[in-house]
């Protein structure tokens, strides 16, 4: 299995230059960062608190690590035109030299499109769009020229170069049933917040549909997090999970974080990614962050 961190980005810098290089030098497979500009006010994190640029983060960290993955975690297609993305792919991929993944989303928060003035359309056109925009950047990304007349892209004879220095995988992140319709046609892999229950049926109707198309269901990699809180205290892991409701929490010794990583491992999961905002910070994070490592690894080496 793959273990990946998540450091927030409603931190100082410092403080995620610290998460991503420890992560790195210590053998953390990935490195995510999610793509929102303000937090929603309930699971990403007060609208007032400062929040980094994904894309800035990423590349800042590309240059300041070694050896991890760095992925997003996940683009959101409203706002984030297609050859903007590949162009910006592409260079990240020769920057890291080949260390770069792409998560890619359909876009949800409200708050954001709002001030910004983006349009957010309904679900199911949320959808379609998404779909043109995975057929875009997965087009700019590989073939030499792209000429989409799309009901939202239209793009002629567009050229993005460089190409990667390597493939370049594009992960879906979503849970509804076209989505993962959408994830079946288009998507190198999929990732949803879930514990092992839902990850199970999600990723059972994720079969379904590539069944469906008569794609192998086993060439999609598939990744899920949830929020982690160590703990000896009953008490405080009882109320851990039940503040962060409905978002997908885990809590209590990390014997039991690791029983989790085994239920996932069972229903198909190749890498859990571990948010970092609810580990402590400094020292203590970072001391947090290899226990918990060793303990996966020597678990499932």
């Not at 079946?184 to 049926?201: C, F, K, Q, S, V």
Request: hydrophobic fraction near 45%; charge should be negative.
């Amino acid at each position: 299995m793959r273990f990946s961190i998540w450091p927030t980005t409603q931190q100082s810098w410092l403080e995620i230059v610290d998460v991503a290089t420890h992560a790195d030098s210590t053998g953390w497979d990935g490195c995510w960062v999610a793509d929102h500009f303000m937090g929603d006010g309930t699971s990403f994190g007060s609208e007032s608190t400062p929040t980094h640029e994904v894309l800035a983060t990423l590349g800042a960290l590309g240059s300041l690590t070694d050896r991890i993955e760095l992925g997003s975690l996940v683009l959101g297609a409203g706002y984030r035109h297609p050859a903007v993305v590949a162009n910006w792919a592409a260079t990240m991929s020769h920057v890291t030299s080949g260390r770069i993944r792409l998560g890619l989303g359909a876009g949800w928060q409200v708050n954001e499109h709002v001030q910004y003035g983006w349009p957010l359309p309904a679900p199911g056109q949320r959808v379609v769009r998404f779909e043109e925009y995975l057929v875009a950047v997965r087009s700019l990304l590989e073939t030499p020229s792209t000429t989409i007349d799309g009901e939202w892209y239209q793009l002629t004879k567009a050229v993005s170069e460089p190409k990667p220095v390597a493939p370049i995988p594009l992960i879906v992140g979503g849970k509804g049933d076209r989505m993962l319709g959408v994830v079946a046609r288009h998507a190198d892999g999929w990732n949803m917040w879930g514990l092992p229950d839902t990850i199970a049926e999600r990723s059972s109707e994720l079969d379904r549909r590539c069944t469906a198309i008569d794609r192998d269901p086993a060439t999609i990699a598939r990744s899920c997090q949830a929020l982690v809180c160590v703990t000896s205290s009953a008490s405080a892991a009882n109320e851990f999970v039940a503040r962060n409701q409905p978002r997908a929490a885990v809590a209590g010794p990390i014997e039991h974080v690791v029983d989790v990583v085994g239920a996932w491992r069972d229903v198909g999961i190749a890498e859990v990614i571990v948010p970092d905002w609810t580990l402590g910070v400094g020292v203590a994070r970072r001391d947090l962050l290899d226990e918990l490592l060793m303990a996966l690894r020597s678990s499932f080496a």
